[in-house]
């Protein structure tokens, strides 16, 4: 294929409309910085893009969760619907994950997949519901997701604290999971890296297959487009939209069981939660993570990756005289721009395709010139 031919593809505009999106948040996060300390500005600056370099095995540990929060958004977009409810998906899952691991411990190899698996089926579950009030009562999933936010993560810390094997009160956090429940650490020295970045890529690549390469991608994809023409072309609308939040709230909750259970790097120690009744920031930052990746499964690692590169420089901006949430500005930027993607990418094909068509035409004056 040539450059030509791929820079009038739809993936080509996109990828450049995000990184546009990109380029004009950090050009004002950097201005945020020049006017808050301009002599710390610039390396302050460098440390945020390429500190994260440093420990990328903890740069991909925090990315993990974010992409599953990243591809439940970004596959319910694909459906038509905007699945804000990622954060209270995420939380049940890390609540039915943690559930298991204390209720049922199993000395078995398989006790960590139990697990997981029931992580994905809290997740599911919470995502259920909002499929079911759209596609029964046309209830719009922005107005239920977000209220199951709330609901989830107040039943969740409510569960907590009222289980004395599950909460330790003194610490007003959860107790340690054991050994058995925690997922298999990649072996990298002061590193919580684990398999689970392995299973999110594998997802991810799943994702971008049924999606775009079968059957039942396409119904779920038609139902997103135009819910009466599906129907009227046989396909069960109601029921895609159902399996679309049930999937969507299932990768959320894989997301939220990949954080509890990753391993910790103190000897019988393990991840926790503090149930302090605030909404995980992971389902909000999945939002940003699947408009930067404009919902391509594919797309949405680098994306989450990208942010988790972010977040990580951000944490060391302080040696700089700089707030932590410098970088939130800058992702609040980025989001901005990414939400008008698609403007961007439609503004940019048109300035190619308007150049493109004048180069033609220019070709074709000369020959007739000549």
Not at 19 to 44: K, Q, R, T, W
Request: glycine share 10%.
């Amino acid at each position: 294929m040539r450059l030509s031919d791929v820079k009038k593809t739809k993936g080509y505009n996109s990828f450049i409309a995000s990184l546009l999106a990109i380029a004009l948040g950090l050009i004002f996060g950097l201005i945020v910085m020049i006017i808050a300390n301009p002599l710390e500005a610039f390396p302050g600056f460098a440390t945020i893009l390429f500190a994260g370099f440093t420990d990328f095995a903890t740069v991909l540990y925090f990315a993990t969760p974010i992409l599953m929060t990243g591809l439940a958004v970004g596959f319910a977009f694909k459906m038509g619907m905007f699945n804000i409810g990622a954060s209270g998906q995420y939380t049940m899952g890390m609540f039915f994950a943690m559930y298991v691991g204390f209720m049922f411990p199993v000395n078995s190899p398989l006790h960590w997949i139990l697990c997981i698996l029931a992580g994905m089926i809290g997740g599911m579950l919470w995502g259920a519901i909002p499929g079911i009030f759209k596609a029964f009562f046309n209830v719009n999933e922005v107005i239920t997701s977000i209220m199951f936010n709330y609901i989830g993560m107040y039943l969740v810390d409510m569960a907590i604290q009222g289980n004395s094997k599950m909460y330790v009160p003194d610490m007003a956090r959860t107790a340690y999971l054991p050994k058995s429940a925690q997922i298999f650490s990649l072996g990298i020295k002061g590193s919580n890296l684990n398999l689970s970045i392995i299973f999110a890529i594998i997802i991810a690549i799943i994702l971008y297959v049924v999606l775009n390469k079968t059957t039942f991608g396409y119904e779920l994809k038609a139902t997103g487009y135009n819910k009466h023409a599906s129907n009227y072309a046989g396909m069960n609308g109601k029921r895609n939209i159902i399996l679309s939040m049930i999937i969507a709230g299932g990768l959320a909750g894989l997301g939220g069981a990949f954080a509890i259970l990753a391993p910790s790097t103190i000897t019988g120690s393990s991840m926790t939660y503090e149930p302090i009744n605030i909404i995980a920031a992971n389902g909000f930052n999945g939002i940003a993570v699947a408009l930067l990746g404009v919902s391509n499964p594919i797309g949405i690692i680098f994306s989450a990756s990208f942010i988790s590169l972010l977040q990580r420089g951000g944490t060391t901006a302080s040696l700089y005289g700089f707030k932590p949430e410098i970088i939130d500005i800058v992702i609040a930027v980025i989001i901005y721009f990414s939400a008008f993607a698609t403007l961007m990418r439609e503004t940019l094909s048109k300035f190619l395709s308007g150049k493109n068509k004048k180069a033609e035409l220019k070709a074709v004056s000369v020959r007739e010139d000549k």
